[in-house]
């Protein structure tokens, strides 16, 4: 068996994806030229759907990458790595993604909450991974960094621990001032 | 929620996407309001949203109107909108590659990135260096320094992680930010700590002894991030890979001792580096092995598969390590990650027992059709493997094939399991009918033309000789009538085989053949026609050579010699034997199944070694009378390997000559050698006619002289002859530095080792598919017998290989492996001899207290006989 030993390097995550129901795109990019057109990343969209929509495992191999995923009502989560990386840092953008995206929407991770927030999403992704290179893996950074207009949200919305958080959150910063 | 509201209009219906018919056009035109006093924030960022779902759908943007738009963004910098000016951001990096002049945002960006706003100095970095290049980095250099060392960890990190973008570009300046980069090392914060450490391995990679020293201050202070971890644990056995020295240094307890670390990924990526270590012992795996069983048993699907695909891994190499896991294993095969079961049942099969064997094929079966291509090709790949390994199990792995071979699958997965059973039907005699009989089974509903030509090709090389051919003359005759071009000129010569060997089926095939010269294809006609008539004249020599064993010539040089010919045209017929043979490739008889990397190569056909060679020794002016290369042998070492001069020699044969290629380097740096060439002093009557020295040979830059030696004429008997060899050259002592020589130089010779020239060389491998059918082709004209004793040689396979490398001829009808525990064997040996010749060799090989030998040989010349037996005594 080919076993080389890995070059280390801070190059983790070749994609991230976000695909609806129907395996349509709403959200993908690609951080290296495995997939270097758009026919191809549509292509290879397409089987990576159709091989993980119908179970709930987590984690597969295709095309010779290592495919880690997570779906939730009508969205389906992918984070793509080389298949000699390690599966659980993969993982771990995985989950950072998802919590970052559940807090912003307020535990209402779906698809038309998604696309009303796309900029937070946009803004979320550039926060954890940066040319492949993992930013951030901790939700609470991420969503502190995209810090989307606090007024959008009614206090009355949020819960007791969100309060709780932002509150936290201004007095740290009160203090690092 | 005020945004939705403005959206409202734009939806259609609940639960629709709104920018699902976007127009980029009229995107574009909406872009004009980033113009208008003043700057309405919210829906300027709706438009900026949709600019940039717009690029992420792959949408493609012209020049002119990324421009446009980019320009008409710059303005929106005037608004403080904090949202906004982030999407501002992302926009600047989507269009870096798209927009002109995109450096215009530069002094905005380095005034945010220097600016008391928190939440935008990160991203402005990271946008600035994205459109920054070498020469405008040396403008910012002074504030990434400084970036690098902020004590806020988003900035720090996106400094960091920046500058290793731009390591690829720049690395002289980003080289500069070392201390920085070494400072934010010691930061509290775990990402800043991980990419300083990465940024710092990338700077220094090239220096050994500073990753070495980085790495024992890390390895001590301890690193507080999982992912520093990770990268340490791959600096480490990148760093012990290339010491090559034992497991026994700090690193590898360093590894070891994360074994037993806290954090999960850790653990696995110690466990992982450990089992990829080259010749790691099996007191080394243990360790590593046991912490992958506890994570077997793991709630997280991603850790089961992690743990299962290196236990893998580890079962391929030692799978003695991993039967401790067996019983984890076992509890694997129901996940509900097929993935997981797949590996999990792989991995079984490798260190399971030939009892087990039937149960996991069971197991496998009930859920083969549900995983991916990639798994099933593994899976055929574990049972290739076992099938070598118990091979009394063929039975039930050729149901199991033939079971697989019926579902869906693509071209890559079919080719593994056809693959997989040829290999069955070559290994046992036994499973040959039936896996022929899958394999009939298998073209009638064939869409792959590549499988389909190669099932055909086997039907007719294997068929005629069971004992029922007739049944498979149904199911090649169909593909005759029902496929495309190519499969029906393949079922044609399928069929001749057929009738060539069988006389009771010739009439019947010659009624088929007939029908097929009235197909539409050309190619499928005249393969009939000339089958046909070959055929009709009921002729065991003929059907010998043009139905059995075809051309053997190489095909780039059939096509060189076809296109001299026309250049040059003559009365005289094109001569066949004027072609060079076809060198067999050394692959022939790989049993192992190629990866699954390996099969998006481009099926070239790449000319051969003889065929290169041949295109250097024509571009010689005295070796253009030669004729063409018959044989160019394997490189031969004349030196020590570690001596001034290192000079390895290449034998070209020619029919009436040969060339001796010696390819020379020089390993002295003070030295420039001119002239050189090797001067040879024969023992028999072969004689030296030129010298042809390499002009100059500098220090490590090898170069080539070569030496042309003529036959003996009147003696074609005296074919091996020992050459006596010094290397004569002029020396010019040079500056090792500048390499610049002296004016003057001397006269110096070094003595190599003798250079032995044997029957080998003037022999070409030539792999007749049917020995049996050139065998009677050839007739026994010419035959000689005779029986040696080996008294020296203890076993058969040794014995076998000691024939076939000392005459250098090709084995045929897989003889070359002798089934175990049998003390006879024949082997069937096919050779070209210079003029043209064919040479068969028959050897009956007994074993008692040493090995005796029959050694029969064929060949349409008396002379060639005499030679191969006379140098075999």
Redesign the interface.
């Given at each position: 068996m080919d076993s080389p030993i890995l070059e280390p390097s801070l190059y983790t995550v070749k994609a991230v994806l976000i695909l609806d129901n129907d395996g349509d795109r709403l959200y993908a990019k690609y951080y290296d030229d495995t997939y270097p057109t758009a026919k191809e990343q549509k292509a290879f969209e397409k089987n990576i759907f159709n091989k993980t929509h119908r179970t709930d495992s987590e984690i597969a191999l295709l095309e010779g990458l290592t495919v880690v995923y997570k779906s939730n009502i009508d969205l389906f989560f992918y984070v793509i790595g080389s298949s000699h990386e390690n599966e659980l840092m993969l993982m771990a953008v995985l989950n950072c993604l998802f919590d970052s995206l559940s807090q912003m929407l307020r535990k209402n991770v779906e698809r038309r909450a998604l696309l009303e927030n796309m900029e937070g999403l946009f803004l979320a992704v550039d926060e954890i991974v940066d040319g492949g290179v993992i930013l951030e893996s901790d939700p609470q950074q991420v969503v502190h960094r995209v810090a989307l207009r606090g007024d959008d949200v009614p206090l009355t919305e949020q819960t007791v621990t969100q309060v709780l958080q932002s509150a936290k959150e201004q007095i740290k910063w009160s203090l690092l001032r | 929620?005020?945004?939705?509201f403005d959206?409202k209009d734009e939806e259609s219906g609940?639960?629709s996407?709104?920018?699902q018919h976007l127009e980029k056009s009229a995107v574009l035109q909406e872009a004009r309001i980033f113009n208008e006093t003043p700057i309405n924030p919210r829906r300027c960022?709706h438009i900026?949203?949709k600019i940039?779902?717009l690029l992420?759908?792959?949408e493609h943007f012209g020049t002119t109107e990324a421009t446009e738009a980019f320009f008409a963004m710059t303005r929106l910098f005037q608004s403080n909108d904090?949202?906004l000016r982030?999407?501002c951001y992302?926009t600047i990096?989507e269009m870096a590659n798209i927009s002109e002049d995109v450096i215009i945002v530069t002094s905005s960006l380095t005034k945010d990135m220097t600016g008391k706003e928190d939440?935008y100095r990160?991203?402005a970095i990271?946008a600035l260096c994205r459109i920054t290049d070498t020469t405008m980095l040396q403008a910012i250099e002074r504030y990434m320094k400084q970036a690098i060392v902020d004590k806020v960890?988003?900035v720090s990190?996106?400094a960091l992680?920046?500058s290793?973008?731009m390591v690829k570009m720049s690395y002289d300046v980003v080289k500069r930010w070392v201390n920085e980069a070494q400072e934010a090392a010691s930061s509290d914060n775990v990402?800043v700590q991980?990419?300083a450490l990465?940024?710092l391995?990338?700077l220094r990679?090239n220096d050994r002894l500073a990753v070495t020293k980085m790495l024992n201050k890390f390895t001590k202070s301890g690193l507080k991030s999982p992912?520093a971890h990770?990268?340490l644990i791959?600096?480490a056995?990148?760093l012990l890979?290339e010491t090559e020295g034992g497991h026994d240094s700090p690193l590898f307890d360093f590894i070891e001792s994360c074994l037993r670390n806290k954090n999960?990924?850790v653990v696995?990526?110690a466990a992982?580096?450990i089992v990829?270590?080259p010749n790691c012992t099996a007191r080394e795996l243990a360790p590593a092995v046991s912490v992958l069983q506890l994570f077997c048993s793991s709630p997280?699907?991603?850790?089961r598969?992690?743990a299962v695909?290196t236990l893998n891994?580890v079962a391929?190499?030692h799978p003695s390590a991993v039967t401790a896991c067996n019983l984890d294993l076992e509890n694997l095969i129901t996940d509900?990650?097929?993935?997981?079961a797949t590996l999990a049942i792989t991995t079984l099969l490798k260190t399971g027992s030939e009892s087990s064997v039937d149960r996991l094929m069971k197991q496998i079966s009930s859920f083969v059709s549900e995983i991916?291509d990639?798994?099933k090709v593994v899976v055929v790949q574990a049972i290739s493997a076992l099938c070598q390994k118990y091979p009394r199990k063929h039975s039930v792995m050729m149901n199991f094939l033939s079971n697989m071979l019926r579902d869906d699958g693509g071209f890559d997965y079919k080719r593994a399991i056809v693959d997989c059973i040829i290999s069955i039907i070559e290994e046992n005699p036994e499973s040959k009918e039936t896996g022929l009989a899958h394999l009939c089974e298998f073209i009638e509903d064939c869409e792959h033309t590549v499988l389909a030509t190669k099932i055909l090709h086997l039907l007719g090389k294997e068929g005629p000789r069971t004992p029922q051919p007739s049944k498979y003359i149904r199911f090649i005759f169909n593909r005759v009538v029902l496929e495309s071009e190519a499969v029906r000129a393949a079922a044609v010569s399928a069929l001749a085989k057929f009738g060539a060997q069988n006389d009771d089926l010739l009439p019947s095939v010659l009624v088929l053949m007939q029908r097929c010269m009235m197909d539409s294809d050309d190619e499928v006609r005249d393969r009939a026609t000339f089958y046909n008539n070959v055929l009709q004249q009921k002729q065991k020599a003929l059907n010998a050579a043009y139905i059995f064993n075809g051309l053997s010539v190489s095909i780039p040089g059939l096509e060189k010699s076809l296109h001299q010919y026309t250049l040059d045209p003559s009365e005289k017929p094109f001569d066949i034997k004027s072609v060079p043979l076809a060198t067999t490739p050394l692959t022939e008889h790989k049993t192992e199944m190629t990866?699954?990397?390996s099969s998006k190569m481009p099926d070239k056909l790449t000319p051969s070694r003889q065929d290169i060679y041949q295109e250097q020794l024509a571009a010689i002016p005295e070796f253009q009378g030669l004729g063409p290369l018959f044989k160019s042998s394997e490189q031969v070492q004349l030196t020590e390997a570690e001596t001034e001069y290192v000079v390895r020699s290449v034998k070209h044969t020619f029919a009436r000559h040969m060339v001796f290629q010696f390819d020379c380097t020089n390993t002295l740096n003070d030295q420039l050698l001119q002239k050189v060439m090797v001067q040879m002093e024969p023992s028999e009557s072969y004689e030296v006619i030129h010298y042809t020295p390499a002009a100059n040979l500098a220090y490590s830059q090898p170069g080539s002289c070569y030496t042309l030696v003529r036959l003996p004429e009147d003696d074609p008997t005296a074919v091996s002859c020992t050459f006596s060899c010094t290397m004569k050259y002029l020396v010019r002592d040079c500056d090792p530095n500048t390499g610049e020589p002296d004016d003057d130089g001397y006269d110096d010779e070094y003595v190599l080792e003798d250079l032995e020239v044997t029957v080998a060389d003037h022999i070409q491998k030539v792999l007749k598919p049917n020995f049996g059918a050139a065998w009677e082709e050839v007739g026994d004209e010419f035959e000689k017998e005779e029986t040696f004793a080996l008294a020296s040689v203890r076993t058969l396979d040794e014995a076998v290989g000691n024939i076939i490398s000392f005459l250098g001829m090709q084995p045929c009808e897989r003889s070359d492996k002798v089934p175990e525990n049998k003390n006879s064997h024949v082997l069937f040996l096919a050779g070209g001899f210079g003029g043209g010749h064919d040479v068969l060799v028959r050897a009956r090989l007994a074993l008692a207290d040493g090995v005796t030998m029959q050694v029969t040989v064929r060949s349409s010349d008396e002379t060639v006989v005499d030679i191969i037996l006379a140098s075999v005594g």
């Open positions: - | 929620m005020i945004k939705k959206k609940s639960g996407n709104p920018f960022l900026l949203t940039i779902y992420n759908q792959g904090q949202t982030r999407m992302l990096k939440v990160g991203p990271r960890p988003s990190s996106s992680v920046s290793l973008h990402m991980y990419h990465g940024l391995y990338h990679k992912f990770c990268m791959r600096i056995s990148k890979d999960e990924m696995y990526e992982s580096a990829h270590m997280k699907a991603a850790l598969y992690a695909r891994k391929m190499k509900s990650n097929r993935s997981i991916s990639e798994f990866p699954i990397s």
